[in-house]
């Protein structure tokens, strides 16, 4: 079994910073990549970061500049500093993480686990 377990939410004033953490623990290996999402009321869930086991990384256009996303291998944890947040940035923020692993005969098989989500909350 593989747990994902966010924490760092909260409550922030527009333009201040908040840093969100994914820790994962189970059965992990060959990790392909590692991201998060954000769902705010009424919309669907959406993109927001995503990190790759090669370290490259992909940002939705609306947060680009503002967050950044990191890992730390060892420890199977991924990390989403945000600043200079804004109002609509206030949402479920999900963790995300992909697992691609070969059998014996060689096929590769894609295993995606999510975290529970943190609500991050941003005041005008």
């Known amino acids: 079994q593989v747990q994902l377990v966010e924490s760092g939410g909260g409550l922030v004033q527009a333009g201040g910073s908040l840093r969100v953490s994914c820790a994962a623990s189970g059965s992990i290996s060959n990790v392909d ?15 927001v970061a995503t ?5 490259s990384t992909n940002y939705a256009d609306s947060v680009k500049g503002r967050f950044t996303i990191s890992r730390d291998s060892a420890k ?8 200079s947040l804004k ?4 949402a479920v923020y999900y963790c995300n993480l992909i697992l691609k692993i ?10 995606e ?7 991050v909350t941003v005041s005008s």
């Open 76 to 83: 199977n944890t991924v990390y989403l500093q945000m600043n």
């Open 51 to 55: 990190i790759a086991s090669s370290g």
């Open 113 to 119: 686990y999510w975290g529970q989500g943190t609500q």
């Open 102 to 111: 070969q059998d014996y005969t060689f096929r590769w098989y894609t295993y």
């Open 33 to 47: 990549r590692m991201g998060w999402y954000r769902q705010a009321p009424g919309n669907q869930r959406e993109l």
């Open 87 to 90: 109002p609509e940035d206030t």
